[in-house]
């Protein structure tokens, strides 16, 4: 609001099969009452904070639906990316957004800031292994994800992350909240193992 420059920015990307839309009212009352957002005038208000919200393109998976997608996956009861182009699309994708972002800020990329919900929480943090110490980006927020892989399909994450940890990068925060009971993106066989390739347990 206001139309000057923004305090800080953050580039949200939503969850499989979802919208952007979403997290703006009419849509995030209906889908997802009481959801905190600190981009809208409420309790968590925060001022000075633009939100990007961008929509996956749809893609038609393996199994017969079309869906809004980051990437394509390898099966319906699997979270590693099956077609290798639709993740560099959005990877070519994000990385112009980051750009653009970085440019309203006036180049302080320190303001910019990456996240996401399951899918896109993944798919936001490999891009932000990309695009993080590239820019020096202020960090990552992300909810029900994972740590991208080589092994999970996402080709250069595993150095990317190392290279992240041993890097300047390193003192900026990454917050990854996921739930220990979750049936689609588990703990224990993905995300546990994943922090722990990350050095983050």
Same mark, same amino acid.
Not at 39 to 64: E, K, M, Q
């Given at each position: 609001?206001?139309? @000057?420059?923004?305090?800080?920015? =953050?580039?949200? =990307?939503?969850?499989?099969?979802? *919208? @952007?839309?979403?997290?703006?009212?009419? +849509?995030?009352?209906?889908?997802?009452?009481?959801?905190?957002?600190?981009?809208?005038? &409420?309790?968590?208000?925060?001022?000075?904070?633009?939100?990007?919200?961008? /929509?996956? %393109?749809?893609? %038609? $998976?393996?199994?017969?639906?079309?869906? /809004?997608?980051?990437?394509?996956?390898?099966?319906?009861? &699997?979270?590693?990316? @099956?077609?290798?182009?639709?993740?560099?699309?959005?990877?070519?994708?994000?990385?112009?957004?980051?750009?653009?972002?970085?440019?309203?800020?006036?180049?302080?990329?320190?303001? $910019?800031?990456?996240?996401? +919900?399951? !899918? @896109? *929480? /993944?798919?936001?943090?490999?891009?932000?292994?990309?695009?993080?110490?590239?820019?020096?980006?202020?960090?990552?927020?992300? &909810?029900?994800?994972?740590?991208?892989?080589?092994?999970?399909?996402?080709?250069?994450?595993? %150095? +990317? /992350?190392?290279? =992240?940890?041993?890097?300047? !990068?390193?003192? %900026?925060?990454?917050? =990854? !909240?996921?739930?220990?009971?979750?049936?689609?993106?588990?703990?224990?066989?993905?995300?546990?193992?994943? $922090?722990?390739?990350?050095?983050?347990?």
């Amino acid at each position: 609001e206001g139309g @000057g420059r923004p305090a800080c920015t =953050l580039l949200y =990307l939503h969850a499989f099969g979802r *919208c @952007g839309a979403e997290y703006l009212p009419p +849509l995030l009352e209906r889908l997802s009452p009481g959801f905190p957002a600190p981009w809208l005038r &409420s309790g968590d208000f925060a001022p000075g904070l633009r939100v990007v919200l961008p /929509t996956a %393109r749809r893609l %038609r $998976l393996p199994w017969g639906p079309v869906e /809004t997608s980051w990437h394509g996956y390898v099966s319906p009861d &699997s979270n590693d990316v @099956g077609d290798p182009e639709t993740l560099e699309e959005t990877r070519r994708r994000l990385a112009r957004v980051v750009r653009e972002e970085v440019e309203l800020l006036g180049g302080r990329a320190d303001r $910019l800031f990456l996240g996401g +919900l399951s !899918q @896109g *929480c /993944t798919a936001a943090l490999d891009v932000y292994l990309r695009e993080g110490p590239r820019w020096g980006l202020g960090g990552f927020v992300g &909810s029900v994800g994972f740590f991208p892989s080589d092994g999970a399909g996402f080709a250069g994450a595993s %150095r +990317l /992350t190392r290279e =992240l940890a041993a890097g300047a !990068q390193a003192g %900026r925060p990454v917050w =990854l !909240q996921s739930a220990l009971d979750d049936p689609w993106v588990p703990w224990e066989g993905l995300v546990g193992p994943s $922090l722990e390739r990350a050095g983050a347990l």
